[in-house]
């Protein structure tokens, strides 16, 4: 436990935080990838190079520094971080290597006002807040483990289907090599692949929603097809393109603290955009098989019906609940965009609202369902990437 002396210490930082952070964490990425290139392997390399992480970092810093006397009001976040890192297959080993680069950073950074007490105090403070990720996540491996059929870390899977369900959108079924089952989930989780592309120098891992309701059998994916010439492609045109029927894969066990509250009766709403609409599928299905009874609206908006994927099962699960309303809007087919009206008028009354898809579009949603007076404790959100943004945006 930290001393008064160096808590007053570390909040004293916080405004040379909120000025260098994302200085400080840049720097912080480049000596510590120089000195391992192995951690290259780990860390999405587009994130890094449009500075998503290197902001995700500085606010995470910070929000640590502003709390350092009361860390757990920082528990959500260090949940969401934990969940991706397991995903990645992040290990105790690897956090004295961040303390060591990211106390360098910061002499580097601040210099001579970086003194000794300052560092030390930060040395401190690093070391309980790694504890806190180190424990939260051996938990989470030991859950993982304990599950029927699951497993920690990578697992080998071999791909057994692989369905186009739109212009942009195909299905990726994947099954365990050793024949076994797979584990069950909770349904909006996602999973994390390790790909090992042709012509690319280190691992990709990238994370995708799980889209189907828990089957004991095989995991499906339903990967949107980025444009070639686009950074966040490699991996996406590598599936659609290049992974067959028969290829073996490395998948994590689900992980992820956006997911469906089974055990709750409370109506729901789904509101997806785009490719979000993958973890809603299995929230959608799983309402569909285990209660059918539990009122559920899903609001769906996409570019156009060549984009959307799953309509056609959607409006047939639609149609055999009784408590069940279907809504989709194609911006670009002369419905516009979805908006406070529409809201209005299809939210479920007390519904928990579960949101995911592209950025301006569940920051533009979120905002509205703010506005209309929906507790933000029933507002749940999935952001594809570094989540800190959406959080600011909607703070």
């Not at 606010?59 to 969401?80: E, F, S, Y």
């Not at 424990?135 to 692989?162: I, P, T």
Request: proline share 5%; charged share 20%; glycine share 8%.
């Amino acid at each position: 436990m930290l001393s008064q002396e160096k808590i007053d210490i570390i909040k004293s930082t916080v405004p040379v935080l909120e000025q260098h952070g994302k200085t400080i964490t840049t720097v912080f990425y480049k000596n510590m990838f120089e000195a391992h290139p192995e951690l290259l392997n780990v860390f999405n390399h587009v994130n890094q190079a449009q500075g998503r992480q290197q902001t995700a970092l500085s606010n995470t810093v910070l929000a640590a520094a502003k709390h350092i006397d009361n860390l757990g009001a920082i528990i959500p976040a260090v949940v969401q971080i934990a969940n991706k890192h397991v995903s990645l297959g992040i290990v105790p080993e690897q956090y004295p290597i961040v303390g060591k680069y990211l106390l360098g950073a910061i002499k580097e950074v601040l210099g001579d006002a970086a003194t000794p007490e300052i560092l030390g105090a930060w040395e401190e403070a690093y070391g309980i807040i790694a504890d806190a990720f180190i424990g939260v996540e051996k938990s989470m491996y030991d859950e993982m483990e304990a599950e029927e059929g699951g497993w920690k870390l990578f697992k080998g899977f071999v791909l057994a289907d692989k369905i186009k369900e739109s212009d942009v959108i195909t299905s990726f079924y994947f099954k365990p090599v050793d024949g076994g089952n797979v584990p069950s989930y909770k349904p909006g989780q996602f999973i994390s692949i390790k790909l090992e592309i042709p012509g690319e120098k280190n691992t990709l891992i990238r994370q995708y929603s799980l889209s189907q309701a828990p089957n004991g059998e095989s995991f499906r994916i339903s990967v949107k097809r980025e444009g070639e010439n686009n950074p966040n492609g490699k991996a996406s045109v590598f599936l659609h393109d290049q992974l067959n029927v028969g290829d073996i894969v490395e998948l994590s066990a689900p992980a992820g603290d956006f997911y469906l509250d089974v055990a709750n009766t409370t109506p729901v709403t789904l509101i997806s955009g785009g490719v979000g609409v993958t973890p809603m599928m299995a929230m959608y299905e799983t309402i569909a098989t285990t209660t059918p009874e539990r009122p559920v609206a899903f609001l769906h908006s996409a570019r156009t019906r060549s984009h959307q994927a799953f309509d056609k099962v959607v409006r047939e699960m639609d149609e055999s609940l009784a408590t069940s309303s279907y809504a989709a809007l194609y911006s670009e087919e002369g419905d516009g965009f979805i908006n406070r009206e529409f809201l209005e008028k299809n939210v479920k009354e007390g519904s928990d609202v579960y949101v995911c898809g592209p950025t301006p579009f569940m920051q533009a949603v979120i905002n509205e369902l703010y506005a209309m007076g929906i507790d933000k404790e029933k507002v749940h959100f999935e952001f594809f990437g570094p989540a800190v943004q959406l959080e600011l945006a909607n703070a």
